[in-house]
């Protein structure tokens, strides 16, 4: 029970590039953490309360998962940074023993719209969970992510409306700042402290984000402020005009990004981690991956289906279980049924991006995306907008609940 | 995803005594059943909706049960007993490979007070789900068991209050009659009909029900109708006032009854099977078993603590998890927290009763239980009254909805 993390004993996480795809912007390679090396590009499992809802540390390296994220602002709620830190740490905490990455806490705290401040020092907020009022200062950003240890944090950022010009403007000048503070105020060397570049889908801004960013020199770099708002095509054109000016030495990462089909956009355009809450929200909501797209097992249709998930997948849950069963416990509101449901959904996407960093090696990601996309068919484009902030990443809390239990 | 069973060519289920303690009415034997051996006494952890919360099939193996309870009142609302025969029955719905028990829906259908009506054909009731009008006679529940495929079914009974005499007599005499009407309707010789013995806290009249339905010549005999608002010591005088005038050679069922405590109690007075929700259910409310007695995983003192629920304990939570991740996932609402908890207390319970097996075979039974009573405080007989249906056995639906989704 006690900590096998030893702070600043380990080198500091570092990329090597292995391979690039001849025909796009595709690269794969390992990011070396103290908790082990990543292989990319990745998917990250998002476990926001010290915890990828409903499983196992276990199932979870079970199932391929080499990098979770953990939400620095749920976690500072509670149970709090110094409880953990007192415990050993995130990875001991949660018996973790791979890499983890936390959030600033900024996207959290901007999507409390209207219980929260922004000056230049920093946010002041009101916790969703009893309304008591808090600050995050880039600076106390840094300190909370210096004692929760994850091996990846990220500077303090403020993310607004991604079509919205003019706040873009005031937001960025103020991530910058924010960036240059995170930076002198980290101090933990077995730590890499990502920036995260804003912008909105403005070109000019991004490219400014970018210029300013990697000339303070990072270990790595976060593509936020998308995928909360805007459309699939606005975010792909934003990743075009943005990727080509980070550095190749340093990993990329897109936030808050994870559907099946985007993980081959995404990466297509040079990026090395993606993370999103989408695999076991919809798991939760009934929703599975198949090859042909989502299925949705509360159809009536499904009732007497002795047939798994999908035929020949290899997860648990396709192992062992028919859509009849599954429909069952998600009808009778089984927590096995969200369980089981998840299992699949993340084996169908770390299966797919271990499918996807294969092909960089052998040189035909092309023919690889071109092959699943001819059967899987995405959830349309109108529906894959995003109204609100509480989609793809985690916000603060859920839209049913302002102040109240988030779980 | 087909069926591993065949109905009508395996033996039927029958029972072996292997030991007798010399000191007290314990036994040890086998139950032989179509989906395996049994061996009692055994503790069966309760499936209601064909899954035991929060748990796979292969976590309750791995933690020794090899008996589970579904429910028939449940499982023949939802999903309905014609699709999971359809599927191949309930083992090869829920993927359990061993044996299954399956009540008669009269325990459930008795809970639901004001929405039934009963009659000497049987009981007309209010689906908990969706209003919807159902019947159950002797006839009908042992058709709906004989779909479900369980290897131990159970006679329709009725479930009164133990306390009241005039009704218990009443009901006593539709019980007996109804045990023949299921033996007569009962027709898969791959199952066991087991008959309930009713009576209340009477002695005569629980006499008077070993006499009539052992000259029927069950295989295996249950003791329903306590632990549903009777004090301990009369549980236990009803025991003493019962089980002498069971048969040696047939198995006996001592339905709704398991905490840690009452293992012993019940197992020295004779009984091979007891069933309860009690571990599941506290589980999911944030206590559980240590071998001092319950512990309270929401109590503020535990937010800290870096042990494990038990030193030593063996079971997976244990050999991972501290107290105050247990007490966070707890506070925070997350599932991995029920599973958890629902791991270590079915861990605890199904060790217990192992190892009062084997105090049986070692001659030591005495021993072994005061070396347990004398580090475990029960809660206190008060607190252990039932003052409705819904504390042990599983009801048709809990308190807080009446018609609605029960989980």
């Keep these: 029970m006690t900590s096998s993390h030893s702070p600043g004993l380990s080198a500091p996480p570092h990329y090597s590039c292995m391979k690039r795809d001849p025909h796009s912007a595709a690269r794969a390679g390992v990011l070396h953490t103290p908790h082990g090396a990543i292989p990319t590009p990745i998917f990250a499992p998002v476990g926001t309360q010290a915890t990828v809802k409903t499983l196992t540390p276990d199932e979870l390296q079970a199932l391929g998962a080499s990098l979770i994220l953990a939400n620095t602002y749920h976690l500072y709620l509670r149970p709090g940074a110094d409880l953990i830190s007192s415990l050993g740490g995130l990875h001991s905490f949660m018996r973790w023993p791979a890499p983890i990455l936390t959030d600033s806490g900024g996207f959290q705290v901007f999507s409390l719209e209207g219980l929260r401040r922004v000056t230049d020092e920093g946010v002041v907020f009101r916790s969703h969970i009893d309304g008591s009022e808090h600050e995050f200062s880039p600076e106390k950003s840094i300190e909370i992510q210096e004692k929760l240890g994850a091996d990846i944090i990220m500077a303090l950022d403020e993310c607004p409306n991604p079509l919205d010009c003019e706040y873009n403007k005031i937001a960025l000048a103020r991530t910058h700042h924010w960036a240059e503070r995170c930076l002198r105020a980290h101090t933990r060397q077995d730590q890499a402290l990502f920036a995260i570049l804003q912008g909105g889908i403005f070109a000019d801004l991004r490219r400014e984000s970018a210029r300013v960013l990697t000339s303070l020199d990072f270990p790595g770099y ?96 396709c192992r062992n279980f028919s859509r009849a069963y599954l429909r069952h416990l998600h009808k009778s509101g089984e927590v096995l049924g969200l369980r089981l449901n998840s299992i699949h959904n993340l084996y169908f996407l770390l299966s797919l991006i271990h499918r996807i960093r294969q092909a960089i090696f052998d040189g035909n990601l092309a023919d690889v995306k071109q092959e699943f996309l001819s059967q899987y068919i995405p959830v349309e484009d109108t529906k894959q907008r995003y109204g609100n902030l509480a989609r793809r990443r985690k916000p603060a809390v859920s839209a049913k609940s302002r102040i109240g239990n988030a779980s």
């Design 222 to 317: 976060a593509i936020g402020g998308l995928s909360i708002g805007e459309a699939k095509s606005q975010t792909w054109e934003t990743l075009d005009q943005t990727v080509p000016f980070l550095p190749e030495d340093k990993p990329r990462y897109l936030m808050g990004v994870g559907s099946p089909e985007d993980l081959f956009e995404a990466v297509e355009r040079g990026i090395d981690i993606l993370d999103c809450v989408l695999p076991t929200r919809l798991a939760r909501n009934g929703a599975v991956f198949t090859s042909h797209g989502r299925l949705n097992l509360r159809k009536a249709e499904l009732a007497a289906d002795p047939a798994p998930i999908e035929e020949g997948c290899g997860c648990y849950t």
